[in-house]
């Protein structure tokens, strides 16, 4: 059973005072970015939610039965998850089912009451979950943290603090390969997540909220409107915040906390898990007469088939070019006529390149650099005040953060 804990004086120091509010209109896609944290799904349950999530995690490496054969058929996939213990790479290995992508880490290991791992205690035991993610080829993410207040110590440092913990988890794993990074957030108020995920963004990794909804007020204040309210806002904010990989209600059945639940009887959803599956996705965002619309993306290489180079420039957040793990790489973008330049703007996935050119060219052999840094941190690079022209759009790698390729979620270029 999931514990929640939260401490709301520290929770809300800080929080810039806004509020988003969403309209709730039918939607033509499922969000890539909604899921569910749960699991005692029956197939009913599944079939349910799946017109509006796209994944959903158990706290465990293995779906439950009910749900892992009809969850495929309706567009919901599993992430596995280790959350805590002593891990072994053969039997973790053997019970992650196929088509996973990703690996979830630790369960709140700063609580003695969930994973109760210190920070160097789960970098000792990271390597393990290395060497799983490399056998089936997934992405790893860090341990999943919030405030508490029955928490681990070690050197000295009580670990209240979800950012303090993962600043010494890194610390005393340097080496180790975290692609993403995983929190909770049960306050009440949609500026106070947004405060909070602002923390985790000078780690320069996508975000996943694997748990959240409103809790941190008086039991009999949480009604099903406060509940509501406070979904449809923080969804808006989430759908909306690019720094957010993906989210998951907590969630389907339990007790914890008052109107949390998205499922009554097997197969029926309440009425809040009716609103969560029918809020709207990202806001499309605005067109700006001066983005350039490209025709077509090629690069050096591709890691697999479902990360070419026209993923780049698609629109969509949720793919990305990566490119072979070897420097140098480059991605380049065809805008079909001569362009002008003076803006780029580059998301970069998990694995940035630090040193990089921007260039441009008219013929796609002869090059003229806009921009060169050899101290890139990733994330968003919005790179202004460029003043060149071409065809074409060249993103020139030479060298990579990380042992893996080149990754991007999107490109843009503007001029005027």
């Known amino acids: 059973m999931k514990q929640f804990l939260v401490l709301a004086a520290l929770l809300l120091a800080g929080a810039p005072a806004r509020e988003a509010h969403a309209q709730m209109q039918p939607q033509a896609t499922k969000s890539a970015k909604r899921g569910i944290a749960y699991g005692y799904h029956s197939a009913a349950d599944m079939t349910a939610l799946s017109a509006g999530i796209s994944w959903w995690y158990n706290w465990a490496p293995q779906p439950e039965s009910t749900a892992a054969g009809v969850a495929p058929t309706v567009g919901v996939t599993f992430s596995p998850m280790v959350w805590g213990g002593t891990p072994n790479a053969d039997t973790l290995s053997a019970q992650i089912p196929a088509g996973a992508q990703y690996l979830l880490g630790f369960n ?3 609580f003695k009451s969930q994973a109760n791992k210190t920070p160097k205690q789960a970098a000792a035991l990271w390597p393990v979950l290395e060497e799983v993610a490399r056998r089936k080829n997934l992405k790893l993410v860090a341990p999943a943290v919030n405030y508490c207040g029955d928490c681990v110590t070690e050197d000295g440092v009580t670990f209240t603090d979800p950012v303090v913990y993962l600043d010494a988890f890194f610390k005393a794993c340097t080496n180790c390969k975290v692609d993403y990074i995983a929190v909770h957030w049960y306050a009440c108020d949609v500026s106070a997540l947004s405060w909070y995920i602002g923390l985790f963004k000078k780690y320069n ?7 959240f909804a409103c809790g941190d007020r008086p ?4 009604t099903l409107a ?8 923080a969804v808006n904010y989430l759908e909306n915040e690019p720094a957010v990989f993906r989210y998951s209600w907590f ?12 499922l009554g009887n097997s197969g029926q959803l309440t009425e809040l898990g009716q609103l969560y599956v029918s809020l ?3 806001t499309p965002p605005t067109t700006d007469p001066n983005k350039h619309v490209p025709v077509a993306a090629m690069a050096s290489s591709s890691e697999g088939a479902g990360t070419v180079a026209g993923n780049a420039i698609d629109g969509s957040l949720s793919t990305r070019w990566s490119s072979a793990f070897s420097d140098p790489q480059y991605l380049m973008v065809d805008y079909g006529a001569t362009k002008t330049f003076n803006r780029v703007k580059i998301q970069w ?8 050119q921007v260039q441009t060219s008219a013929n796609g052999s002869t090059w003229t650099t806009l921009y060169s840094t050899s101290t890139s941190d990733g994330g968003v690079d919005d790179l202004t005040g460029l003043n060149g022209s071409g065809r074409y759009l060249r993103i020139y790698g030479t060298k990579r953060n990380t042992q893996y390729g080149y990754s991007i979620f999107e490109v843009e270029a503007y001029g005027g």
Not at 219 to 222: C, D, F, G, S, V
Not at 349 to 356: D, H, L, N, V
């Open 251 to 262: 969630s389907g059945r339990n007790g914890e906390i008052p109107n949390i639940n998205l």
């Open 226 to 233: 406060v509940q509501k309210k406070y979904m449809t806002d």
């Open 205 to 211: 990794k996508p975000i996943w909220l694997t748990e």
């Open 108 to 110: 709140e290991p700063n």
């Open 349 to 356: 996935e998990a694995a940035y390149g630090k040193e990089y």
């Open 219 to 222: 039991h009999n204040e949480i």
């Open 280 to 282: 709207p996705t990202a």
